[in-house]
């Protein structure tokens, strides 16, 4: 069975500049999940889908962060503009359900410089 | 107020020695679920154990078991004869609800980083 795929597994953009990443979630899964993590701390939360519904999008900075998941499947994750504290690893992940437990992809790691 | 919290920021242990790695919770909910996952230094989360609310056994995959006290809100992983390849960072997390449709979220806590000693 394939895994969460995502991509790319690294960028380097320049503050104010934009960006986006790519997740697939393994099929038949409708739950998925974006989080942001920081060097050296857990992971947080950006935004829950379920199927192409928001199940929680409470701690994503909404003024530069944009998600969406067409037709229920593959969602991307868009930075305008970046920052330099937005430099972390993006973790997409998904669950067969909200109860089930959750499959990671490898991440993207962001660099802003 | 945090709803994981993992106070062990570091931990080393003997290799062959069984190590726990603390977590307590916060929720109002009677229905909720407690996961532990496992961070190599290769960035990849990978799924441990889990263990339900109303589940009266002790969850165990394994070496792995988890600790389950409700009352007291804690939920410790137990990883018995440690080897060198489960040096990690080890995060608890926990499935809550959300306000609408029934649905969850899965909120994670700082994590622990345990390193194996040879």
């Known amino acids: 069975e394939a895994g969460v795929a995502q991509s790319p597994r690294y960028k380097i953009i320049e503050k104010r500049q934009s960006v986006a990443f790519w997740c697939n979630p393994i099929?038949?899964?409708?739950?998925l999940y974006w989080y942001q993590q920081i060097l050296g701390q857990g992971p947080k939360l950006l935004i829950q889908?379920?199927?192409?519904?928001?199940?929680?999008d409470s701690q994503l900075p909404k003024d530069r962060f944009s998600a969406e998941r067409l037709k229920g499947v593959d969602s991307t994750l868009k930075i305008q503009p970046a920052k330099l504290e937005d430099s972390a690893v993006y973790l997409c992940?998904?669950?067969?359900?909200?109860?089930?437990?959750?499959?990671f992809g490898q991440g993207t790691r962001l660099t802003v410089v | 107020a945090q709803k994981i919290t993992q106070t062990q920021p570091g931990m080393f242990v003997q290799e062959k020695e069984a190590v726990t790695l603390d977590c307590t919770y916060d929720?109002?909910?009677?229905?909720?679920?407690l996961f532990w996952y496992k961070q190599p230094s290769s960035g990849e989360m990978i799924f441990l154990i889990y263990?339900?609310?109303?589940?009266?056994q002790n969850a165990t995959e394994g070496r792995y078991s988890l600790n389950f006290q409700k009352a007291r809100k804690s939920a410790n992983l137990v990883i018995s004869a440690s080897q060198l390849g489960d040096s990690a960072m080890y995060f608890c997390?926990?499935?809550?609800?959300?306000?609408?449709?029934?649905?969850?979220?899965?909120?994670f806590g700082t994590g622990t980083r345990l390193t194996i000693i040879p």
């Open positions: 992940a998904s669950s067969f359900g909200t109860n089930t437990e959750a499959f």
């Open positions: 099929s038949g899964h409708a739950t």
């Open positions: 889908f379920q199927n192409n519904g928001v199940v929680d």
């Open positions: 929720t109002s909910d009677q229905s909720y679920g």
């Open positions: 263990q339900g609310s109303y589940d009266e």
């Open positions: 997390a926990m499935r809550e609800s959300v306000s609408n449709f029934g649905n969850e979220k899965l909120t």
